[in-house]
T-cell receptor
Framework: NAGVTQTPKFQVLKTGQSMTLQCAQD?????MYWYRQDPGMGLRLIYY???????DKGEVPNGYNVSRLNKREFSLRLESAAPSQTSVYFC?????????????FGEGSWLTVV | GDSVTQMEGPVTLSEEAFLTINCTYT??????LFWYVQYPGEGLQLLLK?????DKGSNKGFEATYRKETTSFHLEKGSVQVSDSAVYFC???????????FGKGTKLSVKP
């Protein structure tokens, strides 16, 4: 099983450029999330989506937008990248049903903004 | 709001040593508690979890018990291996959307 797949794995951007991180899950999960991981900060929630067509801000949403394209896909867009957005980004999903409530993570996307 | 505090790292141990990584939490209600592990260059993997007080989660020789009275979920392993070298994150389920609130992570290095 592929689980949660995110692309690209590595990306270098110049300040002001835009890009979209793609994420797809094949587990038919309802909820999806984008986190960023920074040294000494743990993981912080950027945005989440409880279901197709809905998105909500997390702890650190500034500078990002998201789209829940369908049940499988949840993309994260940086409209004008800044060096402060240099980070490792993780997409995750959660069945959010009575049968299970465990979050599954993708392998991460390493983004450097220069 | 809800929060997780885990011991600062890095932690360096010799192979076969006993491991404890402390984790305490603050939460309203009764969250589920998790330990995730991140190996170098990889994403986070669920190591174990506990969903209610006094539950013990266990996996790969690691254990943690949900202690409501001390609001703790300490990770333990009796004999660590070099392959256990990784970053360990304690987390709790927060909010109605099922997202996780993470501690800052503890880096473990095990020397042969």
């Amino acid at each position: 099983n592929a689980g949660v797949t995110q692309t690209p794995k590595f990306q270098v951007l110049k300040t002001g450029q835009s890009m979209t991180l793609q994420c797809a899950q094949d587990m038919n999960h309802n909820s999806m999330y984008w986190y960023r991981q920074d040294p000494g900060m743990g993981l912080r929630l950027i945005y989440y989506s409880a279901s197709e067509g809905t998105t909500d801000k997390g702890e650190v949403p500034n500078g990002y937008n998201v789209s829940r394209l369908n049940k499988r896909e949840f993309s994260l867009r940086l409209e004008s990248a800044a060096p402060s957005q240099t980070s490792v980004y993780f997409c995750a999903s959660n069945p959010k049903t009575s049968a299970g409530n465990t979050i599954y993570f993708g392998e991460g996307s390493w983004l450097t903004v220069v | 709001g809800d929060s997780v505090t885990q011991m600062e790292g890095p932690v360096t141990l010799s192979e076969e040593a006993f491991l404890t990584i402390n984790c305490t939490y603050t939460a309203t209600g009764y969250p589920s508690l998790f330990w995730y592990v991140q190996y170098p260059g990889e994403g986070l993997q669920l190591l174990l979890k506990a969903t209610k007080a006094d539950d013990k989660g266990s996996n790969k020789g690691f254990e943690a018990t949900y202690r409501k009275e001390t609001t703790s979920f300490h990770l333990e392993k009796g004999s660590v291996q070099v392959s256990d070298s990784a970053v360990y994150f304690c987390a709790l389920s927060g909010g109605s959307q099922g997202n996780l609130i993470f501690g800052k992570g503890t880096k473990l290095s095990v020397k042969p």
